[in-house]
Each structure stands twice: as structure tokens, then as C-alpha cells.
């Protein structure tokens, strides 16, 4: 097989191939058997028909397609890695020879990884970060776990407010017609969550137990069904019961009921210590972060829209798996945020782009210091994994290598030695 390649674009390159007619007379064959398993001819059993009679009967072109997909991928994935192109997208094939008893030829044209033009990434300076724990922020976890333990009480009278859990029934009505997904009864709305279209909840607010009140709001542009999207609707809600919570006192008591710890001036000072690991984990996260911006800046780069794209969806099926962590799905969250995936996938694009651009302007930096992921490098980062999760390092390997991830896990690796390089010959400002 030949395969030759030219740019023809700043991140596209066409890829001439050229495979034997040798191999183009295995791929007939293999062909031929195929479909002559399915084909019937008159006087003979499926699979028994001579090549002659099938190739005078059909024509040896009726096998060129499969033959085709029989030797493409291969050629193809031959043809990059022969000429160690990283190819960021499916290419666009144009065959421009296939016939019995000669070559096949085609041309690959793709969009390719692009190169990165490196500017000042040693010596950075960046900016200190207090890792400071006031006594503001104790407090605030301290009331974050009193919400925690805080329990429900039905609110026998009054009104409505924020914070309580409202039960009610409603109705939704657009241009005074009923509309799908907006009814239900006895729905448990944590008033102040911010889980409904944008007003609802400050309206409940205030209605009294037994209350029949038309609540008015306008269903966001961006709203995922496109018939509701920015339209004024009225819900007929009725408020059924009221439950809040009741927040436990701060004493040792809670102390003890809520740690080992025998007095709250313990717990608070445990909570401390475990604030201050968490903050300097931060700062130090936001130190990697600000590195990474300026050798990211100080580089030239064009990214492929098929790199961001590719980000932008493995963004998307992140975030949905993380959803379905929690018990809800996107069309929960799609009704519950006002948004579609269109406009969804518009906020994660600028992140996307920024992931693929530090991570280029990473490897590259990691080619040009020597780095590489070595094979004790990665024997210490499974054996991390093992502890993490509970499982012999071996084992994980082999679920690593039988997914095809090994690699990635070797990149992972290499990107954070490379952040460390980074960190490691900065200046703090």
C-alpha cells in the first residue's frame, strides 16, 4: 500500500492512497461470499451460487461497495498512522479507482490536530491566594448543617415562605387553553429553590393554607418547548399544606449528635482544620488554573470547530450522567431550567474551547520538555486508584486496557506532570 499527504488548509490535509490489486481481488472475494449467502438465484441454494453465473447474472460491479467497505477502514487507519497524522474528525473519502484486477485508490481528505506555537510558559507570575479560614466561614457551615438536620413540621397556620416545602396542585393555561406538563396535584415545591419558571415561587409566597390564587408568569425565550417558549401563562394553584423547617440549636448537644466530638467549641475548631485543607486544596487548584491561563495565552493556536464540537458533547453526556446521579433526567432539567439543548450546549461551548486549547498548548509543552507518562508513572497512579476504589490495581488495569483507556489515563497523567512543571517554575506575584 502507498499512501502520500499534502496540507491543504492551515488544519486539513488530503491523504492519497493506493492499495494493491491483490488486495482488492481478497476484498471481491470476501464480497462475494457475502452476498452470495443472501442472494437467490433460480436452480441454485443460497450460498452455492457459482462466482461465474453470479458476476454474469449481477455483474462483478454489484460486489465493489462491499468490497470498498472492506478495505477502507483499514487503508484508512493504516495510511494516518503510517504517516503519524492525528486525525480530529471523520474524513471525507472520495474513491477515485476501484475496479477488478487493479488498485483501489481514494483520497482522504481530514481535519487534522493542530499545531501549537508555544510563547513564555517558565517563569510565569501569577497571583498569591489566601487560604485564610475566617470565622464567618465556620459559621456558615455550621448553618449549612443545621439546615441539614433541620426537621420538617407541618405549619398548622399562616403564610407561605421561603425556605418552606409547599404542597400544592396547579394548573397551567396559555391563551386560556390547557397545556401538556402543566398540571399535577399534591407537588412538593421547596419555595425559594428556584426549580420552577422564573416567578412562580415568589408568588406562592405569603398564600395561605386553603388558598386558590392565579399565579402569572412568561415562560423564558430559551425554554425547551418551543410552543411555550416566551409566552404568558396562568396557573391555578391551590395550596394544600406547608411544612418548614425547624433548625436545631448550636450547642454541644448538636455537637455530639452530629461528630465525636463532646463540645461545640471542638466541633467548630475540627470543622477549621477541615475548612483550611479544603481552601488550601482550592488555592492550589486556583494556582494550576492561572498557570495554565497565562502559558495558554502566551501561545498561537487555531482551533478546528470538530475539536470543539467533540468537547461540547462529551461536556453534555457528562453533565447528563451527573443529572442521572441524582435522580433526574434532561428533560426534567430542560423543564425545570427553561432551557433546550441548543441553548444548553451554547453555554458549554466557551468552556469546551478553553479544555481543548489548554490541553493542546499542555501537550505541546509536554513535547518540548521531553515529559512523557512512564510505565511507573502509570503502575502509581492505579495503585492510587486501588485505594480509591477498593479494587486490585491489576484488575483495574485490565478493565482500563479491555475499555481502550489506557491511553487516556496515560494522558491524564502527562497533562498534570506537565501543570506541576508549570507551577514548579512560576512566580508568585
Do not use: C
Request: glycine fraction near 6%; hydrophobic fraction near 40%; charge should be negative.
Amino acid at each position: 500500500m502507498k499512501a502520500t499527504w499534502e496540507k491543504i488548509d492551515k488544519n486539513i490535509v488530503s491523504i492519497d492512497v493506493e492499495v494493491d490489486a491483490d488486495k482488492v481481488t481478497g476484498a471481491l472475494d470476501q464480497a462475494f461470499k457475502k452476498v452470495a449467502a443472501k442472494v437467490n438465484v433460480p436452480g441454485f441454494r443460497k450460498g452455492k451460487v457459482p462466482r461465474g453465473i453470479f458476476e454474469s447474472r449481477f455483474g462483478v460491479e454489484s460486489l465493489y461497495q462491499d468490497a470498498i467497505d472492506i478495505l477502507l477502514p483499514e487503508a484508512y487507519t493504516t495510511a494516518v498512522q503510517e504517516n503519524e497524522l492525528q486525525p480530529v474528525d471523520r474524513p471525507e473519502i472520495d474513491v477515485t479507482q476501484f475496479a477488478k484486477g487493479q488498485s483501489f485508490k481514494f483520497v482522504a481528505k481530514v481535519t487534522v490536530k493542530p499545531e501549537v506555537t508555544l510563547g513564555e510558559y517558565k517563569g510565569l507570575e501569577i497571583d498569591a491566594v489566601s487560604s485564610e479560614v475566617t470565622e464567618e466561614e465556620v459559621a456558615a457551615e455550621l448553618e449549612r448543617l443545621q439546615q441539614r438536620h433541620a426537621e420538617l413540621t407541618v405549619v398548622e397556620e399562616g403564610a407561605a415562605q421561603n425556605g418552606d416545602i409547599s404542597v400544592i396542585d396547579f394548573d397551567g393555561y396559555v391563551d386560556g387553553e390547557q397545556f401538556e406538563g402543566g398540571f399535577s396535584e399534591r407537588y412538593s415545591l421547596e419555595l425559594g429553590s428556584n426549580s420552577f419558571i422564573p416567578g412562580f415561587e415568589e408568588q406562592v409566597v405569603g398564600m395561605q393554607l386553603g388558598d386558590f390564587k392565579d399565579v402569572e408568569v412568561t415562560f423564558p425565550e430559551t425554554y425547551h418547548a418551543e410552543h411555550l417558549a416566551g409566552k404568558a401563562a396562568v396557573f391555578k394553584v391551590k395550596l394544600h399544606e406547608l411544612k418548614r423547617k425547624a433548625l436545631p440549636a448550636l450547642d454541644d448537644e448538636f455537637a455530639k449528635d452530629v461528630s465525636e466530638f463532646d463540645t461545640l467549641e471542638e466541633y467548630k475548631a475540627d470543622l477549621k482544620t477541615k475548612l483550611l485543607e479544603s481552601k488550601e486544596k482550592e488555592a492550589e487548584q486556583a494556582r494550576e488554573v492561572a498557570v495554565v491561563d497565562k502559558a495558554t495565552a502566551a501561545a498561537e493556536v487555531e482551533i478546528p470547530e470538530a475539536m470543539i464540537d467533540t468537547e461540547t458533547d462529551y461536556m453534555v453526556k457528562d453533565f447528563e450522567n451527573r443529572l442521572r446521579m441524582q435522580g433526574m433526567n434532561m428533560d426534567l432539567y430542560y423543564q425545570f431550567s427553561g432551557q433546550n439543548e441548543e441553548a444548553l450546549r451554547g453555554q458549554m461551548r466557551s468552556d469546551a474551547e478553553k479544555r481543548v486549547r489548554n490541553n493542546l498548548v499542555l501537550e505541546a509543552i509536554a513535547k518540548a520538555e521531553g515529559f512523557d507518562a512512564t510505565e511507573e508513572d502509570l503502575a502509581a497512579e492505579l495503585e492510587n486508584l486501588s485505594k480509591q476504589y477498593n479494587r486490585p490495581a491489576e484488575e483495574l488495569r485490565d478493565i482500563f486496557e479491555k475499555n481502550g483507556n489506557i491511553s487516556n489515563l496515560q494522558e491524564d497523567i502527562l497533562l498534570r506532570k506537565t501543570i506541576k512543571f508549570l507551577l514548579d517554575n512560576s512566580k508568585t506575584a
